[in-house]
């Protein structure tokens, strides 16, 4: 596409993405990039990114991030999986935790053969006793550090976050630019954007152009209009209300979902405040009666007037066109029901750093680049459907959602579990064995048959085996600190 050498990146936008963006790459290619970040103060960010998983903790460790000072700086608090609360019926609840379940006995069968066996002689208790971290959660208790025995995230201030990117990231060289974009310029043969042009006159030049403008996607779309795919027939949800309230407890290590007639609500609890939403759709639910159960439902005084936030799910038809990759919200949008966007993001940034087009932008890099996004896009696309198309409300949005078409690839996934509770994770696929298991379970799916390699294990020995793991969890949890020890000691922010 170009053989011009790339040394000089401009990305358009700060918040979340632009600055993970920015503290990525001048931590890995520092030396070898001119990296300038232009945003504007009078220009808000969406903010409510605040639940991560645990990829995050990896992505820091890359760039060399101090876990306890970045919690600090962040009001962060720990996250070991999420709360489904309403989903299938009222007053029903199930957990989606991080980290594995049981043990593996087999590379043949996973666990949840054997525990389904169990099942069938009338043993094993229930598939939550297996998981470390949602015992754990459920005790409300965390053990922190690299060498912690379970799998967590985070739940932060998004706001925070980009801040405290920002603080790493200049002093090691990016350059920020204040001012807003008036204009993008373009090359009149090629169609590549070769600069920026600021309401204040100043042009940035650059060779690699990152769109981190949220949803107005000013690069990508307002000017390359590179087309959006809308998964609107699947994700129906559009409208979402946040609002920040006063904390009135200890936070809880865990995000908690609850589904309510026309979407479902989130709560989000940080060190010093409470982070709080509710995702409705609007073709079932009006703005002002979604506001209104929001705030009738949150515990707390409001912090701030609650925003609402418009929104299309789907994503772009290329995250890379051009000289021009986008990120985060400006590369398209997932509901945040299972705390994606952050990870996306990283993700992304991952794979410029390692293909990185020092030489020039190749057609097939770029190819390469877009078919990884599109298929890591669509593998959480279909996770998500998966929370919505499986209930058993009798609401009208839940009734869509039930009786709507869902794509192929998840409708194999659903049967193929069906049959013979076969659930797998490819190499590119981000949600592992036991996420797809747990959430399958939790949305009422009960497999016809499982695999029989458990059946070569005696009943006896079977029921002492599964006796022994949860034994071992129960004793694991009774010696963690609580959340609230853990925080005050590792990252106690100041107030």
Not at 115 to 120: D, N, R, T
Not at 432 to 444: A, I, K
Request: glycine share 8%.
């Amino acid at each position: 596409m170009t053989e011009k050498r790339i040394s000089r990146v401009v990305i358009a936008g700060g918040g979340t993405a632009g600055w993970i963006a920015a503290a990525a790459l001048v931590k890995q290619l520092g030396p070898l990039l001119d990296i300038t970040l232009v945003e504007s103060d009078e220009i808000g960010t969406v903010g409510v990114g605040e639940s991560t998983i645990p990829t995050s903790r990896r992505f820091h460790q890359l760039l060399g991030i101090d876990e306890p000072t970045f919690m600090r700086e962040t009001q962060a608090s720990f996250k070991l999986g999420i709360a489904f609360e309403n989903w299938t019926h009222e007053g029903d609840r199930y957990f989606h935790s991080f980290g594995q379940i049981g043990r593996q006995a087999s590379w043949m069968a996973d666990f949840h053969h054997f525990w389904l066996e169990a099942q069938k002689q009338g043993f094993g208790g229930s598939l939550a006793e297996y998981s470390l971290e949602l015992q754990a959660a459920e005790a409300e208790r965390v053990v922190a550090g690299p060498d912690a025995p379970v799998q967590y995230a985070y739940h932060l201030d998004a706001t925070l976050y980009a801040r405290f990117l920002r603080h790493l990231s200049e002093p090691a060289g990016v350059r920020r630019v204040e001012g807003k974009i008036s204009q993008v310029e373009q090359n009149a043969d090629t169609g590549f954007l070769t600069a920026l042009i600021l309401e204040s006159g100043e042009r940035v030049e650059g060779d690699l152009f990152l769109d981190c403008t949220g949803f107005r996607a000013l690069l990508i779309e307002q000017t390359l209009e590179t087309g959006f795919e809308d998964w609107g027939r699947w994700i129906s949800t559009d409208s979402a209300f946040a609002v920040q309230t006063e904390a009135v407890a200890s936070p809880v290590p865990y995000t908690r979902a609850i589904a309510h007639q026309a979407g479902w609500r989130w709560k989000i609890p940080l060190q010093h405040r409470v982070g709080n939403g509710l995702v409705f759709c609007s073709d079932f639910l009006s703005p002002d009666a979604a506001r209104q159960q929001l705030l009738d439902a949150v515990e707390g005084k409001p912090l701030i007037e609650p925003r609402l936030i418009r929104y299309r799910t789907g994503q772009r038809r290329k995250a890379w066109n051009k000289n021009c990759l986008a990120l985060g919200l400006a590369s398209g949008f997932i509901e945040p029901l299972e705390s994606t966007s952050i990870h996306l993001i990283k993700t992304a940034v991952t794979r410029l750093i390692q293909a990185f087009p020092f030489a020039g932008i190749g057609e097939a890099q770029v190819a390469r680049f877009n078919a990884q996004a599109r298929h890591e896009m669509e593998g959480v696309r279909d996770f998500i459907i998966l929370h919505y198309h499986l209930n058993s409300r009798d609401e009208p949005f839940w009734e869509r959602c039930r009786t709507m078409a869902i794509p192929d690839s998840l409708a194999a996934r659903i049967a193929l579990f069906q049959e013979g509770a076969q659930a797998y994770q490819a190499s590119d696929d981000l949600f592992r064995v036991d996420s797809w298991v747990q959430v399958l379970l939790g949305q009422g799916v009960k497999p016809r048959g499982h695999h029989q390699l458990a059946r070569l294990m005696p009943a006896g020995e079977l029921d002492r085996v599964l006796g022994e793991l949860r034994a071992g969890i129960s004793k694991a949890v009774r010696g963690m600190p609580l959340h609230a020890e853990t925080l005050a000691r590792y990252c106690r922010a100041s107030s």
